[in-house]
T-cell receptor, first 109, second 115 residues
Framework: TQLLEQSPQFLSIQEGENLTVYCNSS?????LQWYRQEPGEGPVLLVT?????EVKKLKRLTFQFGDARKDSSLHITAAQPGDTGLYLC?????????FGAGTQVVVTP | NAGVTQTPKFRVLKTGQSMTLLCAQD?????MYWYRQDPGMGLRLIHY???????AKGEVPDGYNVSRLKKQNFLLGLESAAPSQTSVYFC??????????????FGPGTRLTVL
């Protein structure tokens, strides 16, 4: 059972455009994390959000945790080719993580 | 620090063969995890461990066994491989679990093909 739904599954944009990836769940999580994975490598943590309504910024990336701690979004401003990768959200509950299926982002020059 | 390492990186098995995947971490982390990643499915938890000598089932444990005899090592075994176990396997570790949030550090993965 996939508790975390990510949308869209695939996103292809031109360099300089903005994009938003969504992560939705019917469950409440104690925290939610966003990872980026490049081909042939393991996921690497980008950010952890803990508090409902929390907004975190990491350079051109903005992460938001929903008020009810069931959903999150990742917004990239002025995307660059280096942002290409598989973006995964993961909800944490009692030390275990539930992952979404991921959003493949491709940024072309 | 090497972080999380996995061996082997690639393996091809025939149906019915057995093998063990080794995960090692040098960060003194308490929690370790084994995931499999399949196209369109994301990462699914197979087994995990909350400390040396302990193991627990995750979301998809059938066909796999694990052991955590030493804190730094977490082994994943396939006793009788099946084509459905063709996947990329990732090991991860984290400082602790429970209700406190913590970062998982992932290994580079093992690509397993079962013919």
């Amino acid at each position: 059972t996939q508790l975390l739904e990510q949308s869209p599954q695939f996103l292809s944009i031109q360099e300089g455009e903005n994009l938003t990836v969504y992560c939705n769940s019917s469950s409440v999580f104690s925290s939610l994390q966003w990872y980026r994975q490049e081909p042939g490598e393991g996921p690497v943590l980008l950010v952890t959000v803990v508090t409902g309504g929390e907004v975190k910024k990491l350079k051109r990336l903005t992460f938001q945790f929903g008020d009810a701690r069931k959903d999150s979004s990742l917004h990239i401003t002025a995307a660059q080719p280096g942002d290409t990768g598989l973006y995964l959200c993961a909800g944490s509950s009692w030390g275990k993580f539930q992952f979404g299926a991921g959003t493949q982002v491709v940024v072309t020059p | 620090n090497a972080g999380v390492t996995q061996t082997p990186k690639f393996r091809v098995l025939k149906t019915g063969q057995s093998m063990t995947l080794l995960c090692a971490q040098d960060m003194n982390h308490e929690y370790m995890y084994w995931y499999r990643q399949d196209p369109g499915m994301g990462l699914r938890l197979i087994h995990y461990s909350v400390g040396e000598g302990t193991t627990a089932k995750g979301e998809v444990p059938d066909g796999y066994n694990v052991s955590r005899l030493k804190k730094q090592n977490f082994l994943l075994g396939l006793e009788s491989a099946a084509p459905s176990q063709t996947s990329v396997y990732f090991c991860a570790s984290s400082i602790q679990g429970g209700e406190t949030y913590n970062e998982q550090f992932f290994g580079p993965g093992t690509r397993l093909t079962v013919l």
